[in-house]
């Protein structure tokens, strides 16, 4: 899975008859240093089961501030 799109396109055509794990998570805020990325509420609102989140919490300088950011955004 790349990005929201393909979330979409497999829930729609499976429902959850799979689990869906979305990598390429970055907030809004932090940089972009892939080609596809996705937010986290839109990977969720499309159907996301799972968010895979490196480099955007382990380089940022405040972890768990990403984190709260990331928490609130899907809540």
Request: no cysteine.
């Given at each position: 899975?790349?990005?929201?799109v393909?979330?979409?396109t497999?829930?729609?055509?499976?429902?959850?008859?799979?689990?869906?794990?979305?990598?390429?998570?970055?907030?809004?805020?932090t940089?972009?240093?892939?080609?596809?990325?996705?937010?986290?509420?839109?990977?969720?609102?499309?159907?996301?089961?799972?968010?895979v989140?490196?480099?955007?919490?382990?380089?940022?300088?405040?972890p768990?501030?990403?984190?709260?950011?990331?928490?609130?955004?899907?809540?």
């Amino acid at each position: 899975m790349y990005s929201e799109v393909e979330v979409a396109t497999l829930r729609k055509e499976f429902g959850d008859r799979f689990t869906l794990v979305v990598p390429g998570i970055r907030p809004r805020t932090t940089n972009h240093d892939q080609k596809m990325v996705t937010t986290p509420a839109e990977a969720v609102s499309k159907g996301a089961d799972y968010l895979v989140v490196g480099r955007a919490i382990t380089e940022a300088d405040n972890p768990e501030e990403v984190v709260d950011e990331i928490v609130k955004s899907i809540s």
